[in-house]
């Protein structure tokens, strides 16, 4: 894995512009601009942190509310991000009596964050890292803490200590698993003292701390002990050839694991990921032993759980029906291990979801699900780390993770679980819907509207540039199509599957506003009305129902068709056939798709500002109306006009009306005449 020596990043220059950019700040000084710069550096390589793991801390001095010099503990907010930290994320802690407690003989977590709390100079800044006691016990001024990738594959050991020594010597202390909080930090504080020379320690199952006088010394600490550990695998590591397994069709297979995980209460989204490491991994035969062995570090649990669902679907059964026992068996296991728990520590607990997050698929690779995209991708990461961890623990000795107690009392932490946040779901948590047309107009209004009820979105348009920007502002993925290319949209919905491990729904908005008398219309252009304002909705549609009949979990299919269904105009035949049409292919698709689950609905918008009508066409459609453009827009029954954002306030809620199907839903003001009868 480590193809260069790990070298320290330090940049006098930088160093002094990071003086320059946060030590003015309030509440700041250069003691805490440094502690950010070096953070940075650490936050900024993913062998050593990922996803809020880690944390760093300095000792100065702040201005009190009373005017008076306070000597001050910064630490880490807890949760935060060191690649992205600024000096609001390092709560400032009173230091002296902080450091106190480490007289006491014990104390409670929900007490040392109430410690931590009312010594806070800031009451509004956010909780200190559940290590802050560990960093305040230590006398040093800069201390630096990560979960390194070399540093775990020496520490997951049996006889961990026994390879430190080898490799370390003296320059770090040995401190043995304690769970994180007073404990660990009295423990370590007790070694340290053990050991005043020490540079710093490393934490058995857990990671490795460095200090210094400076940020720079600390830091630079804690690089060279993360490259020794790296150089000592490399010196120690053999290649050993995997036989590949016959690769695995993701786009097929995913939205049968998709559509099983979360029993029927629970969507999540999923992420494959795929690499050599990880497919000698998965493809490897010790591939359950080495799996089942545990998480890297217990900080992991709570975005892995305590092992990930070994999916072996190369023993020639149905795919579905090797998964259905499988997720059974690993649910049977799980709900074990918690009773299991409960009882030898006495304990009252309320069981998590039985779920697996990591699915090892040989054939295949990694599968990450998770609450929403970002979920999912963080317990890939962690996981894609985990298996290099592991392959290096092996090549110096054998991984060993923690027993079941330790990851259990880790996973049920309260202070652990807070990270996770328990915000209410939004309505469309976990549902991955398609938008067409969304570069623009209504497309645009629908899927900002969808992103903030949760939605994962894959986003097309044939506007490149327009829908790139969209789609980065939301965190989508996007294709940029012809929508009447029947294998292109079949592609794309393939390509938004192997994304997000399935598709829920659909928002077919993508049209043109052709106009022609009827029976003058060139062939040409009802032709090229039909393939966009019908036969185009009808490629989504029977892409996206495929994907979703294969999960099994129902979804929705929403149209935008128009007023012009139940009310055409002059001159616009070829626009008003297709999109009656296409109400008929909705209805069509409610007959067909209730037995799954599959709702089908259509919204008929009438006079809403887009670029489906240019101006001049506009003003002329106004002026035989013998009104100005802006009163048309107002020409309805309740005398306000219409907007995008009302338009997709209906798609919404359609696609949350679990109870109906084959409606036509108008969004126009109030127009009887064209009211669906």
Same mark, same amino acid.
């Given at each position: 894995?480590y193809g260069s020596p790990?070298?320290?990043?330090?940049?006098?220059?930088?160093?002094?512009?990071?003086?320059?950019?946060?030590?003015?700040?309030?509440?700041?000084?250069?003691?805490? $601009?440094?502690?950010?710069?070096?953070?940075?550096?650490?936050?900024?390589?993913? *062998?050593?942190?990922?996803?809020?793991?880690?944390?760093? *801390?300095?000792?100065?001095?702040?201005?009190?509310?009373?005017?008076?010099?306070?000597?001050?503990?910064?630490?880490?907010?807890?949760?935060?991000?060191?690649?992205?930290?600024?000096?609001?994320?390092?709560?400032?802690?009173?230091?002296?009596?902080?450091?106190?407690?480490?007289?006491?003989?014990?104390?409670?977590?929900?007490?040392?964050?109430?410690?931590?709390?009312?010594?806070?100079?800031?009451?509004?800044?956010?909780?200190?890292?559940?290590?802050?006691?560990?960093?305040?016990?230590?006398?040093?001024?800069?201390?630096?803490?990560?979960?390194?990738?070399?540093?775990?594959?020496?520490?997951?050991?049996?006889?961990?200590?026994?390879?430190?020594?080898?490799?370390?010597?003296?320059?770090?202390?040995?401190?043995?698993?304690?769970?994180?909080?007073?404990?660990?930090?009295?423990?370590?504080?007790?070694?340290?003292?053990?050991?005043?020379?020490?540079?710093?320690?490393?934490?058995?199952?857990?990671?490795?701390?460095?200090?210094?006088?400076?940020?720079?010394?600390?830091?630079?600490?804690?690089?060279?002990?993360?490259?020794?550990?790296?150089?000592?695998?490399?010196?120690?590591?053999?290649?050993?050839?995997?036989?590949?397994?016959?690769?695995?069709?993701?786009?097929?297979? $995913?939205?049968?694991?998709?559509?099983?995980?979360?029993?029927?209460?629970?969507?999540?989204?999923?992420?494959?990921?795929?690499?050599?490491?990880?497919?000698?991994?998965?493809?490897?035969?010790?591939?359950?032993?080495? $799996?089942?062995?545990?998480?890297?570090?217990?900080?992991?649990?709570?975005?892995?759980?305590?092992?990930?669902?070994?999916?072996?679907?190369?023993?020639?059964?149905?795919?579905?029906?090797?998964?259905?026992?499988?997720?059974?068996?690993?649910?049977?296991?799980?709900?074990?291990?918690?009773?299991?728990?409960?009882?030898?520590?006495?304990?009252?607990?309320?069981?998590? !979801?039985?779920?697996?997050?990591?699915?090892?698929?040989?054939?295949? &690779?990694?599968?990450?699900?998770?609450?929403?995209?970002?979920?999912?991708? %963080?317990?890939?990461?962690?996981?894609?780390?985990?298996?290099?961890?592991?392959?290096?623990?092996?090549?110096?000795?054998?991984?060993?993770?923690?027993?079941?107690? !330790?990851?259990?009392?880790?996973?049920?932490?309260?202070?652990?679980?807070?990270?996770?946040?328990?915000?209410?779901?939004?309505?469309?948590?976990?549902?991955?819907?398609?938008?067409?047309?969304?570069?623009?107009?209504?497309?645009?209004?629908?899927?900002?509207?969808?992103? &903030?009820?949760?939605?994962?979105?894959?986003?097309?348009?044939?506007?490149?540039?327009?829908?790139?920007?969209?789609?980065?502002?939301?965190?989508?993925?996007?294709?940029?199509?012809?929508?009447?290319?029947?294998?292109?949209?079949?592609?794309?919905?393939? /390509?938004?599957?192997?994304?997000?491990?399935?598709?829920?729904?659909?928002?077919? =908005?993508?049209?043109?506003?052709?106009?022609?008398?009827?029976?003058?219309?060139?062939?040409?252009?009802?032709?090229?009305?039909?393939?966009? =304002?019908?036969?185009?909705?009808?490629?989504?549609?029977?892409?996206?129902?495929?994907?979703?009949?294969?999960?099994?979990?129902?979804?929705?299919?929403?149209?935008?068709?128009?007023? *012009?269904?139940? =009310?055409?105009?002059p001159g616009f035949g070829?626009?008003?056939?297709?999109?009656?049409?296409?109400?008929?292919?909705?209805?069509?698709?409610?007959?067909?798709?209730?037995?799954?689950? %599959?709702?089908?609905?259509?919204?008929?918008?009438?006079?809403?500002?887009?670029?489906?009508?240019?101006?001049?066409?506009?003003?002329?459609?106004?002026?035989? /109306?013998?009104?100005?453009?802006?009163?048309?827009?107002?020409? =309805?029954?309740?005398?306000?006009?219409?907007?995008?954002?009302?338009?997709?306030?209906?798609?919404?809620?359609?696609?949350?009306?679990?109870?109906?199907?084959?409606?036509?839903?108008?969004?126009?003001?109030?127009?009887?005449?064209?009211?669906?009868?």
């Amino acid at each position: 894995m480590y193809g260069s020596p790990m070298r320290s990043a330090w940049s006098d220059h930088d160093a002094q512009a990071a003086i320059q950019r946060w030590g003015q700040l309030p509440g700041s000084n250069a003691d805490l $601009a440094l502690r950010v710069y070096t953070s940075r550096l650490i936050g900024a390589e993913p *062998s050593l942190v990922l996803h809020g793991g880690g944390n760093t *801390s300095v000792k100065t001095t702040r201005i009190d509310d009373a005017g008076q010099s306070v000597e001050v503990l910064c630490v880490k907010g807890s949760g935060s991000d060191l690649a992205r930290i600024e000096p609001g994320g390092f709560p400032a802690v009173r230091l002296a009596t902080l450091a106190a407690l480490r007289r006491l003989p014990a104390l409670a977590d929900e007490d040392m964050v109430n410690a931590a709390r009312t010594r806070l100079l800031d009451a509004s800044a956010p909780n200190p890292s559940v290590e802050i006691l560990l960093h305040a016990f230590l006398p040093h001024r800069y201390i630096d803490h990560s979960h390194a990738d070399a540093i775990l594959a020496v520490v997951d050991q049996p006889d961990a200590e026994a390879i430190a020594r080898e490799l370390f010597g003296d320059r770090l202390a040995i401190v043995p698993y304690v769970m994180p909080g007073f404990a660990l930090a009295k423990l370590a504080a007790e070694i340290h003292d053990a050991h005043p020379t020490a540079e710093g320690m490393l934490l058995l199952q857990h990671g490795l701390f460095t200090w210094g006088h400076d940020a720079r010394s600390s830091y630079e600490r804690h690089i060279a002990a993360v490259d020794a550990a790296e150089q000592f695998i490399a010196d120690r590591r053999t290649q050993v050839a995997v036989a590949a397994r016959s690769d695995l069709d993701w786009a097929t297979l $995913a939205p049968i694991v998709r559509g099983r995980l979360g029993a029927g209460q629970r969507r999540y989204i999923l992420t494959l990921r795929t690499s050599p490491t990880i497919r000698a991994f998965v493809d490897d035969p010790a591939l359950r032993d080495l $799996a089942t062995r545990g998480p890297a570090t217990p900080d992991h649990v709570i975005r892995t759980k305590q092992h990930p669902l070994v999916l072996d679907l190369g023993t020639g059964g149905d795919p579905r029906e090797v998964l259905e026992v499988e997720l059974a068996a690993y649910r049977a296991r799980y709900d074990q291990y918690v009773a299991q728990q409960v009882a030898r520590k006495g304990v009252s607990r309320t069981p998590l !979801d039985p779920d697996p997050r990591i699915l090892l698929v040989p054939g295949l &690779g990694l599968v990450a699900a998770g609450a929403d995209a970002n979920s999912a991708a %963080i317990a890939a990461d962690i996981y894609e780390h985990t298996i290099a961890i592991i392959g290096d623990a092996e090549a110096i000795g054998r991984y060993q993770a923690l027993p079941d107690g !330790d990851i259990f009392d880790m996973e049920y932490w309260s202070l652990e679980q807070a990270k996770l946040g328990k915000s209410k779901p939004r309505p469309l948590a976990g549902r991955v819907v398609v938008v067409t047309g969304a570069a623009r107009g209504i497309g645009n209004a629908v899927a900002r509207a969808f992103a &903030g009820a949760g939605a994962q979105l894959w986003l097309i348009d044939r506007e490149h540039e327009a829908l790139a920007k969209l789609a980065a502002s939301l965190g989508a993925g996007h294709d940029t199509l012809d929508v009447t290319d029947r294998d292109a949209v079949h592609r794309s919905v393939a /390509r938004a599957v192997e994304r997000f491990g399935g598709v829920d729904g659909m928002v077919s =908005n993508a049209g043109t506003a052709p106009q022609a008398p009827i029976d003058a219309c060139p062939p040409e252009v009802l032709q090229a009305s039909l393939a966009v =304002n019908l036969l185009a909705h009808q490629w989504f549609a029977e892409a996206i129902t495929r994907c979703v009949r294969a999960q099994g979990t129902g979804g929705f299919l929403l149209f935008n068709a128009s007023k *012009s269904a139940f =009310n055409p105009g002059p001159g616009f035949g070829p626009y008003a056939i297709a999109k009656a049409a296409l109400v008929a292919l909705m209805k069509q698709y409610a007959i067909e798709g209730g037995p799954y689950g %599959i709702r089908a609905n259509a919204i008929n918008a009438d006079r809403v500002r887009t670029d489906l009508l240019d101006r001049d066409a506009l003003a002329e459609r106004a002026r035989a /109306r013998g009104l100005s453009p802006d009163e048309y827009y107002r020409a =309805n029954l309740l005398g306000r006009e219409c907007t995008v954002d009302d338009v997709a306030s209906a798609f919404l809620a359609l696609a949350t009306a679990e109870g109906t199907t084959g409606t036509v839903f108008p969004v126009d003001g109030g127009n009887i005449a064209a009211a669906p009868r």
